[in-house]
């Protein structure tokens, strides 16, 4: 005899406790949603940090040409881009670890090193994929709170608080350089003092998913830091400076014995064909990412002159996007952000983090910054 429909258990009773209480990770929104809900279609996006430049024309010949073998499976392993990636940056291809963008890295970072019984720190204000995938695995993420808004770090990772939480207990740390959504950076000499203090026995997983973007600030090159840290696990991205988001393909490189339990967990065919040869033929456009930082620091130096006049306050920023504080005017994030999509501007709204305040604004063309700055000036004038 079977139970009646209305007394049985949802199936979603099934799941693990852990990813019951989850909330999904709310994305950026697309254009084509903002075109669906108020049908239009003059959009300018300035929400998930893309470059707006595009890709190497280089990569987009790459991809082009592996379509013919679409058919075929990619190269599991991804050989090829993996022995790129190791002779760009020095090291072994048994160091490399690839990803369905450095965001796949950060799931197999937990699945390899986290259970219910240890904890992962993290800081406040830290990019909310950290605590998704330590949640997910019911370890306990230890949040610390970050600097506070007046510091000469806005908003920025208190590293010796948060070395300071490392106990036995702690499998991973999470320091993002610079951080999303915030913008704030370590320097070098205070990212070396933490690994320096913090036990072997902890992973530090340095994300630096913007790092063209912050070389011309005071962050180190974790990269060159791995030879010295065998507990440094050091994540990078083709999805912003080299403008390949849409395929979905990151890295990270680590000690060999770390990127051996990482590739234990990583997914057979974890980045498709097209993804493996775009970034491998990225790696040869010296100058992509040398256009794209030159955009951002006209775009950064437009934006800082404009907005503040306007009540706007910016925050320090090593990415290719600034934290801005439009509270002045009596309205939060949320509700600049609502004002944005009418007129097809789209932001990201950033209380979610507990920046109720702010929201993040990607760097676009001068166009688009312009734009975004008319836009901005009509919201937060308005009545309504």
Known sequence: MTTPADSSPSPAALAVAAVRSLSPYV??????????????????????????????????????QSLADC???????????????????GVLPSQVTLGNGSNDLLVLLAEAFLTPQVSAVIS?????????????????AKVVPAQVEDSAMPHGHDL??????VDDSTRLVYIANPNNPTGSWCPTAEVCAF?????RSTIVVLDEAYYEYARRFDCPDGIELVSRYPNLVVLRTFSKAHALAGLRV?????????????????????????????????????????RAVALVEAGMAYLHRELPPLGVKL????GNFVLADVGAWGLDGQQVFDRLLRQGVIVRPVGGYGLSRCIRITIGTPEQNERLVTSLRQCLTSQG
């Open 27 to 64: 994305t950026g929104k697309p254009m084509s949603e903002l075109s669906r809900e108020l049908g239009l279609t003059d959009i300018v996006k300035l929400a998930s940090n893309e470059n707006p430049l595009g890709p190497s024309p280089l990569a987009l010949a790459a991809m082009q």
């Open 124 to 140: 406040q204000y830290a990019f909310a994929i950290y605590g998704l995938v330590v949640h997910a695995t019911g370890a306990v």
């Open 250 to 290: 990151g890295y990270g490189i680590s000690h060999p014995d770390v990127a051996d339990m990482l590739n234990r967990v990583r997914q057979p065919f974890n980045v498709n064909l097209p993804a493996l040869a775009a970034a491998e033929a990225a790696l040869g456009d010296a100058q992509q990412a040398e």
């Open 160 to 165: 010796q608080a948060m070395c300071a939480a």
């Open 71 to 89: 058919w075929l499976y990619p190269d599991g392993n991804g050989h090829e881009l993996k022995v790129a990636l190791a002779r760009r940056h």
């Open 315 to 318: 925050f320090p920023s090593a």
């Open 195 to 199: 690994l320096d203090a913090v036990p």
